[in-house]
């Protein structure tokens, strides 16, 4: 008589599985699972930027001989691109915008909210949220009508209330304009990462710190902020990188008056698209690619190195809570 057969004795066991297949699906089938999404990848990531790098060889242009027969330049267009005024203004722009919209604006304006409202509850939050999400979610049309709106020079709705008829804010203050309508519109991503990232951070530290008599500063310095750092610099690397290479602020002054606020990603619109050089676009785009991963690096760099030793955060929050006492 044969032995009895196991119920569980066709499935296999935890050792039939190898290192590289945890899963069981098997060389095969794992490939056709992951085929699409790197058919998806290859497509508008791989392609679009193995383009651009040979545009940018050439002298390609929308229109005439350059056209229908592009002549390789090699690095003539990125050494032009180096050496172009334009270029130049257009970069400090850029970093202007990304520093005082994103690092400096919507940090701070995201975590302040999210920190105002940590305790709140019922209608006064939902409202806030609501209002915030809404500057996010609209289209980047309608938004930028609503501003044009509000800093008109003859009707506008700023120059109602502050009683300055004829002020041309989009002409007068072009970058100003532009910052605080990108800190408007962003800072609601940054105010949900920072409202998570508070919500974690251990009610016993924050109690710790409250009855000892820390201030507010003190509670944010020694017992929120080290343990948020992570989050904190994760939203910088986003919004940044986002904001580098933003096209929305186009809508509301073009780039003008005279180059005023023309960010790198107008920049690259007029040059390619405007003057028909499509192959000196491509060369600033390779351009913006690089300074992006120049940011990458630094925030990773800095992600990487953010590590407390254990036990940290806790003495942190007992240093805090002395100091505060001792005030």
Not at 132 to 150: E, G, H, K, Q
């Amino acid at each position: 008589m044969a032995p009895p057969t196991s119920p569980r004795a066709d499935v296999a066991s935890p050792a039939a599985f190898s290192e590289d297949d945890a899963a069981g699906l098997g060389r095969g089938r794992a490939a056709a699972f992951v085929a699409p999404a790197l058919v998806l990848v290859a497509v508008f990531l791989v392609f679009p930027a193995l383009w651009t790098l040979y545009l940018g060889t050439t002298d390609y242009r929308l229109t005439g001989v350059a056209a229908s027969e592009p002549r390789f330049v090699g690095a003539v267009n990125y050494r032009t691109v180096l050496g172009d005024g334009d270029f130049h203004r257009s970069l400090w722009l850029t970093l202007q915008f990304v520093l005082g919209s994103a690092v400096i604006g919507q940090t701070a304006l995201g975590f302040s909210i999210a920190w105002v409202m940590r305790d709140r509850a019922g209608p006064l939050r939902r409202l806030v949220e609501g209002l915030v999400l809404l500057a996010w979610i609209l289209p980047s049309s309608v938004i930028a009508f609503l501003w044009i709106a509000l800093l008109d020079r003859d009707g506008g709705t700023l120059n109602a209330v502050l009683g300055t008829p004829g002020t041309a804010w989009l002409l007068d203050h072009p970058m100003a304009c532009v910052v605080v309508f990108n800190v408007w519109r962003g800072t609601a991503f940054s105010m949900m990462l920072y409202g998570a990232a508070i919500g974690n951070v251990p009610p016993s530290h924050l109690e710790t710190a409250r009855l000892a008599g820390a201030s507010t500063w003190q509670t944010l310095r020694d017992a929120v902020l080290p343990r948020i750092r992570g989050h904190l610099l994760t939203s910088l690397l986003l919004v940044s990188l986002w904001t580098f290479n933003d096209f929305t602020p186009f809508l509301i002054t073009a780039g003008g008056p005279d180059g005023r606020s023309e960010i790198m990603s107008v920049y690259v619109y007029r040059t390619a698209l405007g003057d028909g050089r499509l192959g000196f676009g491509a060369a600033i785009s390779l351009i913006m690619i690089l300074v992006n991963l120049v940011i990458a690096l630094v925030y990773l760099r800095a992600l990487r190195d953010r590590g407390r030793a254990p036990g940290a955060e806790a003495g942190a929050v007992k240093a805090g809570a002395a100091e505060g006492a001792a005030a």
